[in-house]
Structure formats: C-alpha cells, structure tokens
C-alpha cells in the first residue's frame, strides 16, 4: 500500500490520467466556456441581426397598421397573440439552436469524448439544509485561501471586460453627442456601430482571460494529479505484476522446459559435444521431419547432465566442438538444422549408424 504522507513530486502516468477521465476528473475552465459561449452568442447575433430587425419591423408595422383596437375580444385573443408568437419562435428558434450546438461544442473541447456517471448521478444528501448551508459557509468563508483568490481573480476578470468595453465608449463618446440632430437612422447606425464594437472587445477580454484561465486549470489539475515514487512503483506492480512473482514464475517454467528437455534425451540419436563445455542431443526421424532436430542443449552443468543421461542409456557422444558451438548458438530446442550443416550432421550420424552396424552401441 502506499505511502499516504509521502510527497508527491512525480507527473501522473498516463495510466493514471485515464483512471481520473473515467471518473470525470478532468481540467475544466469556465471561464473559457463563458468567452467562447459569449463570441458565439455575439457573431450568431452578428449574422442574424438583418432577418431579426425585419421580422420585428413586419411585427411592429403590422401591430400599427392593422390592429384595430375597437375589434380586439377577448375571445379572439388567441388570433391576435399566434403571428407575435410565431415572429418570436423564428427569431429565437434558429439563435437558440445554434447556440446549443455550439455549447455542445465547446464543451466536448474540453472534456472530449468521456461519459462519467460519477459525476451526474443524483445524491439527495446534497439537498439537505444543513449540507446547503454548509457548502455556503465555506464559499463565504474569508478564511479559506481558495475562496479569497477565487474572488480576487473573479473582481480581476470583472474590471478588466468592464475596462475594454468602458474604452469603447470613452474614445467614441463625442459620435454619441452627435447624435441629438441627425435623423433616427442614422443615430441607430451609430450607436449599434458602438455596441459592436464595445461587444467586440469585451469578447476578445473575455477569451484571452478564458485561455490564460484554462492554462490555469490544467496546471492546477496536474499538480492535483501527481503521484509519489511509491504510487508509481505500486502501479507498475498492479500492470505489470510483482517481479520477484514474475521472476519466480519464470524460474519455474525454465525448470519444466528443462525438465521436458532432459526427458526427450533418451530418445536421440546422438549428442555432439565440444567435448566438456558444450553438448547438443540430435534426433533425426525420418518420417515426421526432413532434416535432423536439436531436441536438447546446454554448456557447463547443463551440458554434464545431458553427457550423463546419454551415457546412461547408451546414446552415442561424438565429440566435434565446431560443430557443438554452432548448433548451440544457431539451432532452438526442437528446431531442425540449417541447411549448411547437413554436411557436418550427415558425417555423424552416419558415423554412429556405421557404429550401430558393427555393434558398437
């Protein structure tokens, strides 16, 4: 288990990234949300402002022209309220869906494609009284570190998009003086011509706040995230298991290897040794390969064991230490010969054959 006090000075495996994306812990800005949800709310205005000014202009003549005040009933009502709501629906419908679209949007930005039941299921604990004053004491409690920060970047925030868009109004003051002659036309061109602009730079505040806040949220989620030398040592345990258990698993599958080698030494046809270093069991069976097999190997101990069972049972040992070395280094256990040694294998086994032939063995 790991060591709860110990610090933590590690940047998080990738591993553990993914565990806290499956629980929904990600690096989250709302500020940035608000600035790109508030560009797009401002440029879909932008887009749609000629067919919103027409469709309340038709609405508003249509009210002065051909709304008789002396026919309204009440029984009419529903007549006379659809084409208002109908104007209103057009207006807000195409705005609304579009700007969910793009809230939509902004949000898989930052949180990609994650689902995290954790994070919406529903806890009614979080309702009780004394949970809800609890959690507004401690969003109002000065003494919480957290909490003054939290306030002096929001007061921050809020003065530096009131500053932007205060500019705008400051340096085109004069334009809005003007207009106390001209015509209506022109003092409305005017005076949307500011608020553009004003809306404008409040929205370019807005984003690079956003950005140097989302900057913010990631290194914050980083240093929540890191893990002490222990985390990652038990984490590369709980992946790549405990070595001292791999090592012993490997330890017993080297001895059954071993175990089944020694076993298939009684049944070749001769051992080639270099003579005490190095020793290679051969078996050549006609009917199931085409050349002869290494069916067993080893040097030192190893070797001294296999020259011991085939002396054992009675199998022939040629000693030949090139050939030995070679088939050693080259041939796996139950691997047959490359083609350039047949010659040298042919040798000895017929060697031992002609041995067999007169009685030798």
Do not use: W
């Amino acid at each position: 288990m790991a060591d709860q006090g110990a610090e933590r000075t590690e940047e998080a495996t990738p591993r553990r990234r993914n565990k806290e994306r499956e629980k929904g812990n990600i690096p989250k800005s709302q500020d940035f949300d608000a600035a790109l949800m508030a560009t797009i709310g401002i440029a879909l205005l932008g887009m749609f402002s000629s067919g919103i000014l027409s469709s309340i202009h038709t609405m508003l003549y249509n009210t002065f022209t051909q709304l008789d005040p002396h026919q309204i009933s009440t029984d009419d009502i529903l007549t006379i309220i659809m084409p208002y709501v109908t104007t209103a629906t057009n207006i807000l419908l195409p705005f609304l869906l579009t700007m969910m679209i793009g809230g939509v949007v902004v949000i898989r930005m930052q949180t990609g494609n994650i689902f995290a039941p954790e994070k919406i299921k529903f806890d009614l604990s979080k309702l009780a009284p004394s949970k809800v004053l609890q959690n507004a004491k401690k969003m109002f409690n000065p003494a919480e570190p957290k909490n003054i920060v939290e306030f002096i970047k929001s007061l921050a925030k809020l003065l530096i998009v009131f500053s932007c868009g205060y500019s705008t109004f400051s340096a085109r003051k004069d334009e809005l003086y003007g207009l106390l002659g001209p015509d209506i036309n022109t003092a409305f061109i005017v005076v949307v011509s500011i608020l553009s602009q004003m809306l404008v730079n409040m929205c370019l505040a807005m984003l690079v706040i956003g950005l140097l806040d989302k900057k913010y949220a990631d290194y914050e989620y980083s240093k929540s995230i890191k893990m002490s030398k222990q985390d990652i040592k038990d984490e590369y345990k709980d992946t790549e298991g405990d070595p001292k258990i791999k090592a012993r698993i490997r330890s017993i599958q080297m001895k059954m290897a071993n175990q089944r080698m020694m076993a298939s030494i009684p049944k070749a046809d001769v051992v080639v040794t270099n003579p005490t270093h190095y020793a290679v069991a051969l078996k050549y069976d006609k009917l199931n390969a085409s050349a002869p097999t290494v069916v067993a190997k080893g040097v030192d101990f190893v070797a001294f064991k296999i020259r011991e069972i085939a002396q054992n049972n009675k199998i022939p040992i040629v000693e030949n230490p090139p050939l030995a070395r070679a088939l050693y280094k080259l041939v796996p256990i139950d691997g047959i010969i490359p083609s350039d040694m047949f010659v040298a294998v042919a040798e000895v086994l017929a060697y031992v054959y002609n041995k067999d032939k007169r009685g030798g063995k």
